[in-house]
């Protein structure tokens, strides 16, 4: 864990027990949304068993995961052991740090990670996500639910998915995907409000500017504490600022993440800048290398 995080990590264990099984119940939804389970996606349960490991004797995690170690070991997962595993997360789902909307983002972001676990999308997965995007229409307005539904929606229209779509989807859908998850997002989609066009999250090769410009720095960087970053914008005319508003410029998203987040790929700042594009306020948000790059430069 990044030593920014550490302080309060301790804090966040149960949130993040609970976050572990909203993940799980969804890559299982993801890996099966089709009715079909093969080896890849089995694979891919596996090791996001062993990037667990440090949770297995922690309850609730102690129940399910050896539910789902056992179910693994001849390598299959057939329709029987999935609804026992589906069954048990269910029901020890927790809404104690989470509320049902937070809760089913989560699992939706878990299930688009397992639906690109094999590295094909098909339109059978497709249409099983939109099923169960109807299903959940109290996530309208949530980032990022409207977005994957512009996206199947058009990638359906013609119904076929041609390669530009599918590596348009496949780099999308991996960017939840629930392993390596203290990672940060950068091409997740946002709907710009202007266009109503669907672009990347992090700006492409963005110009960044910082006498009288304000920033808000998330996640944790892979090369300086918060207040180094802080202390550079301040020596360059900047102004840093502790959450996006009207003031803020540049929200840099740092690529480590934060293993504490309500949804490990990004977190409650982002959220908010994007919120605040959506109202037509002009924050760029950025990736952290796009940061150094512009401080080397300036």
Not at 22 to 39: M, Q, T
């Amino acid at each position: 864990m990044h030593p920014d995080q550490q302080p309060y990590a301790k804090f966040t264990g149960k949130a993040r027990l609970d976050r572990s099984i909203n993940s799980l119940l969804g890559i299982i939804e993801g890996i099966a949304i089709d009715g079909r389970i093969n080896e890849l996606e089995v694979s891919y349960l596996n090791i996001w068993l062993e990037e667990h490991e440090e949770l297995r004797d922690l309850h609730p995690f102690n129940e399910f995961g050896p539910l789902v170690s056992a179910a693994l070991s001849d390598g299959v997962l057939d329709p029987e052991e999935r609804e026992d595993i589906v069954w048990l997360c269910e029901r020890l789902r927790s809404q104690e740090f989470y509320d049902q909307t937070t809760s089913d983002l989560q699992r939706l972001h878990a299930i688009l990670g397992g639906i690109v676990a094999d590295t094909k999308i098909t339109e059978e997965e497709l249409r099983g996500l939109s099923e169960w995007m109807e299903q959940h229409p109290h996530l309208r307005s949530c980032w990022p639910f409207d977005e994957i539904g512009s996206l199947i929606t058009g990638v359906l229209a013609d119904k076929r998915i041609d390669p530009h779509e599918h590596d348009l989807l496949s780099s999308f859908f991996a960017e939840f995907t629930a392993l390596l998850d203290s990672k940060t997002i950068v091409k997740a989609p946002v709907t710009e409000p202007e266009s109503g066009q669907v672009v990347g999250l992090c700006a492409v090769d963005p110009e960044i500017l910082f006498e009288n410009r304000g920033f808000c720095f998330t996640g944790a960087s892979n090369r300086f504490t918060r207040s180094q970053l802080e202390h550079i914008v301040s020596r360059l005319g900047g102004t840093s600022h502790a959450s996006p508003s009207k003031k803020v410029h540049y929200v840099v998203i740092g690529a480590e993440g934060n293993q504490c987040w309500a949804y490990s790929c990004y977190g409650r700042k982002v959220e908010k800048a994007i919120k605040l594009r959506k109202e037509g306020v002009r924050v760029v948000i950025v990736h952290e290398l796009d940061f150094h790059d512009a401080v080397a430069n300036y």
